[in-house]
């Protein structure tokens, strides 16, 4: 898939499942449940043990239309190793430059993740595609990414940390690109009992809320 594809795909789905679990087979496991629910998206985290092994085992085995990516990668060397399995975009929680350059040069995409408008304007010079505004809820949600977009509309940002099925409409709104979601739609507990359906209809929820506030924002304008 070429960049321009996986921005395009990133853009129209609008939501990043972020796959946190304490084991490779949990992480799988959420990974097939959030696809079922309409999201063919999946960032597998390096927290998860064997991360890496698991990004390579799901963009060989996965199907074309699903998305791997590889995320909470803090270096260049995490980087390379996580392009050569197979990912198709990296995401950072903060903005590291050499890492930045190290995927552009691979021609993948890059997500950097930024807080305050002088970060936000580092990564998005440095060549991020998408800037993830990480930990969002914490500066106030829907109200700061506006506050953002204000003097950087030309900066697609992706709000992640604390994204919830009641905040995701009013973010969309904002003008946030894509959400960034993690516990809030593959919870710990659903992932301890096993339980597929729960993570598969939060996907679901997620998805329609995405597709139901975008064709509201058509019909206004």
């Not at 995320?71 to 996580?82: I, Y």
């Not at 992706?158 to 709104?173: F, K, M, S, W, Y």
Request: charged share 25%; proline share 5%; glycine share 8%.
């Amino acid at each position: 898939m070429t960049k321009k594809e996986t921005a395009e795909k990133i853009r129209r789905v609008g939501i990043i499942p972020v796959v946190r679990a304490t084991s490779a087979e949990q992480a799988r496991f959420a990974a097939e449940a959030v696809c079922a629910g309409g999201i063919p998206i999946v960032e597998v985290t390096m927290t998860v043990p064997g991360a890496i092994e698991l990004i390579a085992k799901l963009a060989k085995d996965a199907a074309a239309e699903v998305l791997i990516g590889a995320g909470t990668v803090l270096d260049t060397r995490t980087a390379e190793r996580c392009l050569d399995a197979g990912a198709e975009f990296v995401v950072s929680p903060g903005f590291d430059r050499e890492t930045v350059e190290l995927v552009r040069s691979h021609n993948k995409l890059m997500i950097a993740g930024a807080l305050t408008p002088t970060e936000v304007m580092a990564a998005w010079r440095a060549g991020s595609d998408f800037v993830k505004i990480f930990p969002c809820a914490s500066m106030g949600g829907a109200k700061y990414i506006k506050a953002l977009k204000a003097p950087l509309p030309q900066v697609p940002m992706i709000p992640t940390g604390g994204v919830n099925l009641e905040t995701a409409a009013d973010l969309i709104r904002a003008g946030s690109d894509a959400l960034g979601i993690g516990g809030e739609l593959i919870s710990a507990p659903a992932l301890v009992s096993g339980n597929a359906r729960q993570i598969t209809e939060a996907a679901r929820q997620y998805a329609a809320i995405v597709e139901r506030t975008r064709e509201e924002a058509l019909t206004r304008s």
